[in-house]
């Protein structure tokens, strides 16, 4: 069974910077693509970002690139998410989520394991 754990998030002023880990259990972590997903109160759950199960292709939402990186360490079972020049609009609870296959997909159904996720609260 695949467990993913989030940390990292909490309140910051706009403009700041957070970084989100995301520490993955069970089966053998690079085994999976991983994503980092966002869900902001009366909205759906939108992938803001993905990597490949090497690290060597990304995904990014229009609305975070330039801003946001993710990255793995397969040594670690973890993958993280940079998050710089922090908007009132990047408010949301932000999830890991881990994929059995190849690719990056942006949908949520086509993600299988998802962490319980963290708060991120970016205040003007």
């Known amino acids: 069974q695949v467990q993913l754990v989030e940390s990292g998030g909490g309140l910051v002023q706009a403009g700041g910077s957070l970084r989100l880990s995301c520490s993955v259990s069970?089966?053998?972590?690079?085994?999976?693509?991983m994503g980092w997903f966002r869900q902001a109160p009366g909205k759906e759950r939108e992938c803001v970002a993905a990597?490949?199960?090497?690290?060597?292709?990304?995904y990014y939402a229009d609305s975070v690139k330039g801003r946001f990186t993710i990255s793995r360490d397969n040594g670690k079972n973890t993958v993280y998410l940079q998050m710089n020049s922090l908007k009132p609009e990047d408010t949301a609870v932000y999830y890991c989520?881990?994929?059995?296959?190849?690719?990056?997909?942006?949908?949520?159904?086509?993600?299988?394991?998802w962490g319980q996720g963290t708060q991120v609260t970016v205040s003007s």
């Open positions: 990597i490949s199960r090497s690290g060597g292709s990304t």
């Open positions: 069970g089966r053998t972590f690079s085994m999976y693509p």
């Open positions: 989520a881990a994929r059995v296959g190849s690719g990056l997909k942006i949908s949520q159904n086509d993600w299988h394991y």
